[in-house]
T-cell receptor, first 117, second 110 residues
Framework: NAGVMQNPRHLVRRRGQEARLRCSPM?????VYWYRQLPEEGLKFMVY????????ESGMPKERFSAEFPKEGPSILRIQQVVRGDSAAYFC???????????????FGAGTRLSVL | AQRVTQPEKLLSVFKGAPVELKCNYS??????LFWYVQYSRQRLQLLLR??SRESIKGFTADLNKGETSFHLKKPFAQEEDSAMYYC????????????FGQGTRLTINP
């Protein structure tokens, strides 16, 4: 099992461009989470998705940010019209289907480091 | 609201010395607590979760609900323990999201 795969590892964008970050969960995992880490800070939750559904987007900025997890293919975090403040490390995590009331461990990818010039 | 505080950004100890990384939390409900570790050039990985009550790589952590703490301890530090450590909280009921502390960079000196 290759683990959670994120690409690209590094992404450079100019202000106003769009950034697309991809996350392929571990095999058998149907839950995906996105976190953002600003410099000198801890990881902050952004969004939780299951296949074709957004379950919790309480941490997503109201504008310019969107996420999807289609039936086929990776989860995508999209940032439109990037600004310098979007420069951060973006981490994806995945977990297997929840069994009843049990919750499962989240396994993290290596992250995508976004730099906005 | 859920909050996790790791008061030490940096912690440096000598090899063989005891280590304690502090973690305090605030949450009105029942929490589930975790320690994640990130070694140099590696991804974040789970070290401990309080419900497992196990020791991993010599580390232990006990949930103290009275003091709302989940400190990570190891009696004898090893050089390979040098890493970034994050304490995280998740509500037992409700949301799946993890709430992280700011992290503590642990350096073990030879």
């Amino acid at each position: 099992n290759a683990g959670v795969m994120q690409n690209p590892r590094h992404l450079v964008r100019r202000r106003g461009q769009e950034a697309r970050l991809r996350c392929s969960p571990m095999k058998g995992h149907s839950h995906v989470y996105w976190y953002r880490q600003l410099p000198e800070e801890g990881l902050k939750f952004m969004v939780y998705l299951q296949k074709e559904n957004i379950i919790d987007e309480s941490g997503m900025p109201k504008e310019r940010f969107s996420a999807e997890f289609p039936k086929e293919g990776p989860s995508i975090l999209r940032i439109q019209q990037v600004v310098r403040g979007d420069s951060a490390a973006y981490f994806c995590a995945s977990s297997p289907p929840v069994q009843g009331r049990a919750k499962n461990i989240q396994y993290f990818g290596a992250g995508t480091r976004l730099s906005v010039l | 609201a859920q909050r996790v505080t790791q008061p030490e950004k940096l912690l440096s100890v000598f090899k063989g010395a005891p280590v304690e990384l502090k973690c305090n939390y605030s949450y009105s409900g029942s929490p589930e607590l975790f320690w994640y570790v990130q070694y140099s050039r590696q991804r974040l990985q789970l070290l401990l979760r309080h419900i497992s009550r196990e020791s991993i790589k010599g580390f232990t952590a006990d949930l103290n609900k009275g003091e709302t703490s989940f400190h990570l301890k190891k009696p004898f530090a090893q050089e390979e323990d040098s890493a970034m450590y994050y304490c995280a909280l998740r509500a037992i009921q409700g949301a799946q999201k993890l709430v992280f502390g700011q992290g503590t960079r642990l350096t073990i000196n030879p």
